[in-house]
């Protein structure tokens, strides 16, 4: 199937996408880790405010458009089934997004904004593989080693307090009317997402498999 994960930061997106690449076999497209392994490309010639997406990316910005449309445009070429996260962030992207794909379901994560500043400023990630983890919420075996391949845990250069504050400011003012664009389209479900991740999981699955 061809699935939208929509939901403000910290909702569990790269959570519950890493659930259902495995389970449903899709590919998981994510704006945030594509720019991420691509911080310091130079996109001057694209007329933007700064060289490269680091700036955005540290002040919780959005990064311009043309770079993220190109992003996703790429990936769903070669991409069958897939699970989109991050993208779309505003109603541009929105239209243009339309204009490369049909989705199949459209799941919407809803988290209250205390319970998100605690989740992003409290997570932190495996610098080698990207793996997820929280400090009180989801803690590895060994304080500060990833158990999945052993590498060092850090903390998201956008994962503090003022960035975290900004982040969700822009997802307000941008992200929120995309939400409820989507919310009268076919294959769309509000999940819960202030349950445990198990739980929310539960939902999610149940969702794709009575949509897709
Ligand atoms: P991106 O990487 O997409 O970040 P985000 O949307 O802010 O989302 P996060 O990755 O922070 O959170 P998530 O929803 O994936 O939650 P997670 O599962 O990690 O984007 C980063 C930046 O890139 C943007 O600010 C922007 O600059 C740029 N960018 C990206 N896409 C763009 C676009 N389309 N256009 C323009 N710019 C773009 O969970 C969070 C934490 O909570 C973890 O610690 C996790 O363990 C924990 N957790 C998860 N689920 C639960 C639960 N149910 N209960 C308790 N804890 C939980
Ligand atoms: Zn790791």
Redesign the pocket.
Known sequence: PRILLL???????????SNIAGEFGVEHI???????ANKDMDISDMDTEYDT?RE??E???????A??NAI?EEALTSADGFVL??????LE?AEELEGMTDLDVILS?D?SKE?LVD??T????CDDCGA???VE??QPEQEGVCDECGGELIQ?D??TEE?VRN?LD??EDNTAPVIGHYSDHAGFVEID?????D??WTDVRAAIEEQA
């Open positions: 939901g403000p930061p910290g909702a569990g997106k790269g959570t519950q996408s994510t704006t945030g880790d594509a720019l991420r997406p955005y990316m002040q919780g910005e959005l990064v311009p458009d770079v993220v996703v996260d991050g993208y779309p962030r505003n992207q994560l988290v319970e989740r992003l409290g997570r932190r990630v997820n983890y929280h919420f989801s998201r956008d994962d960035a982040r822009v997802f997402g202030e349950q445990t991740p739980e929310v």
